[in-house]
């Protein structure tokens, strides 16, 4: 076990050539909104293209597309005729995501029966890696076999325990322990979100003590989630695109609170995350 640091960050941002091309530094679909929660992906796509991302695509329920898009036009949308993710989308999901590097999936999108068996049909067929977090990780739980190695997990405690069964404490040993036997039960990696976050995918395991006590507003979970999202569209394995976008999440969220402090939101975080990957 180690503790991620700037070191080990700083090897997912080399030098870039100088003939460079758009979709050199990845490729990546969100999946999530809904008709009453519109704002999840605009930070989940916001979060990656101030990582790194060259290209982001978005699909989600026509409202909580049109409102994404509307944030920023550095981003493509592919909006959805329905207010919420159904199995008639799945075939439309699984084409899109031929054409990207990796996917985030789950943010906003409710928990509906229908949005489950939509989920979980994606998630276990998807054609690249898959980011779960949010209402993804409830639908996933409900169908635990369908997890694999190419997927990760970004719970906090109850979503875990939703996930797991497992009812973890404040103690880094129970978390590694809680954490550790769960990839160990089904393959993947998991990214347990606290003060001190915690992640493994078997065969790793490591901790990351960046992130202050400010950082608790809705939403920076999903910025979190776009970070890792980014960094796995940008070839890094699973486990390294949790370690090191759960640092830079941390590193960034401490650099916004120092000046907004307990009124710092998760879209303040996301404009410090272009000066944490770019002095990596």
Known sequence: MFTVNARYVRTFFPRRPEWSHKGDFGRLLVIGGSRRYTGAIALN?????????????????RRAADIAAS?????????VS???????????ALELAKGNDAVLIGCGTERRP???????????????????????????????????????????????QILSGVRVDNTIPNRVAAVEGFVKKYPCTLLLKGHHDVMSDGNETAVNKTGNAFMTKA???????????????????????????????????VRATRRQGPGTLASDIINELQYVVGGS
Request: with cysteine.
């Open 45 to 61: 796509a916001l979060a990656a293209l101030r990582t790194g991302t060259d290209y982001l695509t978005i699909m989600a329920p």
């Open 71 to 79: 944030f920023t036009p550095d981003l493509i949308a592919e909006p």
């Open 82 to 92: 329905a207010d919420y993710l159904t199995p008639t989308h799945l075939r439309q």
């Open 114 to 160: 229908q949005t489950f068996t939509f989920i979980q049909g994606f998630v276990a067929r998807s054609p690249v890696p898959v980011v779960i977090d949010d209402d993804g990780i409830f639908a996933v739980a409900a169908k635990r076999s369908i997890i694999k190695k190419t997927h990760i997990f970004t719970p906090q405690a109850h979503e875990f």
């Open 219 to 253: 939403g920076n979970g999903c910025v979190l989630a776009g970070v890792v999202g980014s960094l796995l569209s940008r070839q890094a394995t699973p486990f390294e695109a949790a370690a090191a976008g759960s640092f830079i999440m941390g590193t960034a969220g």
